[in-house]
Each structure stands twice: as C-alpha cells, then as structure tokens.
C-alpha cells in the first residue's frame, strides 16, 4: 500500500466535482466579461468605468485563487501506448512504416475501384453538366450587371 495518501481539502473535492468545474467555468467567463465591459467604459470614459474594471479584476483574482486547488490533468504516456514513437530499433518503425504504406496501397486500390463504378461516371456527367450551366449562369449574370449599369446611368442623367 502506498505510504503517502493524498489529502483533498472540501475546496479541492467540490472542484472536481460535475458542479464545481461548471462552477469556475462560469466564474471565469462572468468575471473576463466584466472585465472586457470595464475597460470598454473606461476606454469610453462611461460612468462606472473604474468600478467595473475593479470588480471584475477581484472576480479575476478570485477565481484565479481558486483555480489553483484544482488538480491538474492526467497526462498519459502515449510512448507505452506506441513503442514506436520513441523507438530507435528500426524493426519497430520499419513495422510502422510497412502498415502504413500497405494502408496506403490499399485505400488507393478501393478508390479506384469506387471510381469505375457507373454511378460515379454518372456522377461526374453530372459535375460536369452543373460546371456548365455555372458557368453560363456567370456569364449572363454580368451581361445583366452591364444592361442594369446602363439602365441606372440612363436614369440619373450621367450617362456618357
């Protein structure tokens, strides 16, 4: 059994708590935002400025304090995870890097089997049918921009 067994304070045990991170998530959004709304009054030179600069830097400090009860996150080993990644023994990468070439290969394969398929010819009949009537649509939206240039011209008595 281990000899040292971590004492949590009442203040740290709320922390990890579901209600306690929803709690100092809300404290820091509340408090930067009064924050923000202090310096924009000050900034301004609006009534109050000073005031809610001050409140929100305590809010700040506050919760700032109270972040640090906080436990800090687990990192987790991902070299015990995959030995491969700090290997130097070039079986290890070489298994690597042979996997990923074989995922390579074969994911190109697939592709171009997905790409004979007749649905996807008849996709791309489509695609290229769409690309025209874009295009055509483009074309007669600027000759439409060029008669409603005219028209306007025409009307306010610059035209030229």
């Not at 990644?85 to 070489?94: A, M």
Request: no cysteine; hydrophobic share 35%.
């Amino acid at each position: 059994m281990n000899a040292y067994k971590r004492y949590k304070n009442r203040l740290e045990k709320f922390l990890q708590t579901e209600r306690g991170k929803r709690f100092i998530n809300f404290a820091y959004s509340i408090g930067a935002a009064i924050v923000i709304l202090g310096a924009m009054f000050k900034l301004l030179h609006f009534p109050f400025g000073n005031e809610l600069l001050f409140i929100g830097m305590i809010t700040e400090v506050i919760v700032f304090t109270l972040s640090a009860f906080d436990t800090p996150i687990k990192d987790y080993n991902w070299d015990k995870v995959f030995p491969a990644l700090t290997s130097t023994n070039d079986f290890e990468q070489s298994e690597a890097i042979q996997g990923s070439r074989k995922f390579h290969t074969t994911s190109s394969l697939t592709n171009n089997q997905i790409s004979t398929t007749p649905q996807t010819e008849e996709y791309n009949r489509q695609m290229e049918k769409l690309i025209t009537e874009t295009e055509k649509m483009g074309k007669q939206l600027q000759e439409l921009n060029e008669v409603y240039e005219r028209m306007l011209r025409a009307m306010s008595g610059h035209d030229k």
